[in-house]
């Protein structure tokens, strides 16, 4: 009887321990993922970061032309300049940094969930293989060729568009085409009449 007892409580326990090393291989597995995924990540963080600073810099040339003097631009798009740079230069560490440290706990648990172990190992070779490195090296260029071709085929359809959402949301702002700091033929724009209580 105690032979049997004994039996079963170094199988349970032996049970236990393999379930606990696998688990933690499936963890190991999972932060080997992540790892390698560490370039995208800070990629996506460069991403973030510089979104608003390229719309800062767009609408600051949309207003350098139209608004500052000719004789200022120069300095003034440059102080812009610098003063995007200087957002670029403290930002992306610290998005990166937070990219980075929050990874684990936000792909960590998709990975856990919607692979398994043999497939975790599958996906590390795939990340880590030649082929994909490849592939990896040329997304970029595929991208963009199939951008220019779009770009260049759907121009004559687009442009006409993007001229008349122009032409009218200068009209609700109150806005000339070609100059965005006239007022429109009206007059100056009217502040808005308070509202009645």
């Known amino acids: 009887m105690k032979k049997h007892l004994l039996t079963g409580l170094v199988a349970a326990s032996l049970l236990a321990t393999a379930g606990l090393a696998q688990a933690q ?11 390698i995924q560490q370039a995208s990540i800070e990629s996506l ?11 800062i810099s767009q609408i600051s040339q949309q207003i350098l032309q139209t608004q500052v003097p000719e004789a ?30 929050l990874a684990p706990t936000t792909i960590g648990p ?7 172990e043999d497939e975790l190992k599958q996906l590390i070779a795939w990340l880590q293989s030649p082929v994909n490195k490849k592939y990896g090296d040329i ?5 963009n060729a199939l951008l220019e071709k779009v770009v260049a085929d759907s121009r004559g359809q687009v442009d ?12 609700l702002l109150g806005v000339r ?18 509202a009645k209580k």
């Open 45 to 55: 963080a460069r991403s973030i970061v510089e979104e608003p600073a390229v719309q």
């Open 25 to 35: 291989s499936k963890q190991e597995l999972i932060q080997q993922v992540i790892q």
């Open 72 to 101: 200022k631009r120069e300095t003034v798009a440059k102080g812009v300049s610098a003063e995007i740079q200087k957002y670029v230069n403290e930002a992306t560490p610290l998005v990166r940094d937070r990219a980075l440290k």
């Open 177 to 194: 085409p070609g100059n965005g700091a006239a007022p429109a033929a009206g007059g100056a724009a009217q502040p808005a009449a308070p």
């Open 160 to 171: 006409p568009k993007i001229a008349a959402m122009e032409q009218n949301v200068g009209k």
């Open 110 to 116: 998709l990975l856990d969930t919607n692979f398994n």
């Open 139 to 143: 997304a970029g260029e595929m991208q």
